[in-house]
Antibody, heavy 117, light 110 residues
Framework: QVQLRESGPQVVKSWETLALTCSVS????????WNWIRQSAGKGLEWIGR???????NYNASLESRVTMSIDTSRRQFSLKLTSVTAADTAMYFC???????????WGQGALVTVSS | QSVLTQPPSVSAAPGQKVTISCSGS????????VSWFQQLPGTAPKVLTY???KRPSAIPDRFSASKSGTSATLDITGLQTGDEADYYC???????????FGGGTKLTVL
């Protein structure tokens, strides 16, 4: 059973960089794609991007210019950086793992990040 | 505007059956497997089905999913008040190279 937990600052100032880390327990790191998904209050789910254990990434085109994902397989962690944040980036951020062969998803509990002016 | 189209809301009485649809295209549902998630208020989404119609062991068989062409459906039978939640479909889109979601469907159990 894969378990994920997000960590990082709950408040980020406008135009600064949002940085979150997801710690993974259980499962083989190279058997999953590791994703970040966010949800603004009262809105739907928005995929931010994914990273594989070899470092390959795909990003949402609407965020690509501001997003960087990285992974540290030895520490079983992957990270999200989102630059130049605005109030529109205030959201619950979820890290997830999706089985490459199975397609099964695992979700973290989420981390609420508020962008303050 | 979401890439996958879901009805904003559905409702039914306890004990009844409800179907939630998810419409896509040949670049997403037509070529890739679909997952369905349930999100209870204030909680993280929970996977109900994956790989079109597989169900995690902890999910009761009241929840079932299917896919045909570029559309997918989630059926919930024997509705319970605890099923009131938002439901999302998701799949990979080959044209966008992105994981795409439906806009979500709010289920009300009357």
């Amino acid at each position: 059973q894969v378990q994920l937990r997000e960590s990082g600052p709950q408040v980020v100032k406008s135009w600064e960089t949002l940085a979150l880390t997801c710690s993974v327990s259980g499962g083989a790191i190279n058997s999953y794609s590791w994703n970040w998904i966010r949800q603004s209050a009262g809105k739907g789910l928005e995929w931010i991007g994914r990273i594989y254990s070899n470092g390959n990434t795909n990003y949402n085109a609407s965020l690509e210019s501001r997003v960087t994902m990285s992974i540290d397989t030895s520490r079983r962690q992957f990270s999200l950086k989102l630059t130049s944040v605005t109030a529109a980036d205030t959201a619950m951020y979820f890290c997830t793992g999706r089985g490459i062969l199975t397609g099964m998803h695992y979700w973290g509990q989420g981390a609420l990040v508020t962008v303050s002016s | 505007q979401s890439v996958l189209t879901q009805p904003p809301s559905v409702s039914a009485a306890p004990g009844q059956k409800v179907t939630i649809s998810c419409s896509g295209s040949t670049s997403n549902i037509g070529k890739n497997s679909v997952s369905w998630f349930q999100q209870l208020p204030g909680t993280a989404p929970k996977v109900l089905t994956y790989a079109d119609n597989k169900r995690p062991s902890a999910i009761p068989d009241r929840f079932s999913a299917s896919k045909s062409g570029t559309s997918a459906t989630l059926d919930i039978t024997g509705l319970q008040t605890g099923d009131e939640a938002d439901y999302y479909c998701a799949t990979w889109d080959n044209s966008l190279s992105a994981l795409v979601f439906g806009g979500g469907t709010k289920l009300t159990v009357l």
